[in-house]
């Protein structure tokens, strides 16, 4: 069987403090990629923060596990991984 797929973007950040902080001011995707560029440690901050499509299980757990879970088209709270916070925002997922 073919594993799922799903297209999200996320911000990276090194402490919660920030990553809670840019959480309140995400009111849009615009939002979300105005901090991505700005904010965001990964390179994929280039591309307004987004990761493309990637397979389940593709991702570190704790980032896998919220992408299939989270609601579409929102940003998702703070997400700890070995990498730093991350805030995501999940596009689309096959269900």
């Not at 593709?58 to 700890?80: G, R």
């Amino acid at each position: 069987m073919a594993k799922k797929m799903a297209r999200a973007s996320h911000i990276l950040v090194r402490a919660k403090a920030d990553a809670v902080n840019i959480h309140g001011n995400i009111k849009k995707l615009k939002d979300f990629k105005k901090y991505a560029q700005r904010m965001s440690t990964c390179p994929s901050s280039r591309k307004g923060g987004d990761l493309g499509t990637f397979k389940q299980g593709d991702m570190v757990k704790e980032f896998d596990e919220a992408v299939w879970q989270l609601p579409l088209n929102e940003v998702s709270d703070p997400i700890k991984t070995a990498f730093g916070y991350h805030l995501i925002w999940v596009h689309e997922r096959d269900e």
